[in-house]
């Protein structure tokens, strides 16, 4: 009977302890705040000519306007561009370039380019998360990349950042969207010619 008492009052004394322990005894948990971006660019730069820019600004970000999209013109068929990707948060002043945070993470991120409509044209990586981290990954980044244009088409280039991606996924590594999950940081559509 003593020790049943004794078990009930230990019992007691830990319900005690633990009503007890204010809010302020717990760890918050780490926070990592997604990216703000309002502005995707995208240089387009060729072996010779024109270079070309799409550029996509949505200032208000999930409000009521629709993104601005420019493309200031076609791309030359057989021609191979240098592409790169800078993403910028215009809603601060100055604007906040977020490629760093992008670099500085680069294995939770993967572009992904889609094209559609009859575009006549294959992209390719041209970098990895090694050139970013120095951790001797091969998995694909997308800041950089290679578009060859071949012959006179038109129709869309969808670029995708997805954050948190199956990179090991089946298909992943080659730029397929279909298996990647994570969620989706940008999404843009641009509408291209090939002359």
Known sequence: MKTIKYSILALVALINLNSCSSDDDTIPAVINEEEVITTLNVTLVPQTGETIVLTSRDLDGDGPNAPVL????????????????????????????????????????????????GLDATVTYTDSENDYLSNGSTNPVGLQFSLQANTASSGGLTITLIHEPAKDATGVVNGDITNA????????TFNLSIE
């Open 70 to 117: 420019t493309v200031s013109g076609p791309l030359q068929a057989g021609m191979r561009y240098s592409g790169s990707l800078t993403l910028q948060n215009e809603t601060v002043s100055p604007a906040e370039l977020i490629n760093e945070e992008i670099e500085e993470e680069a294995d939770e991120h993967q572009f992904f380019y889609r094209l559609t409509g």
């Open 181 to 188: 999950a994570g969620e989706t940081d940008v999404e843009q």
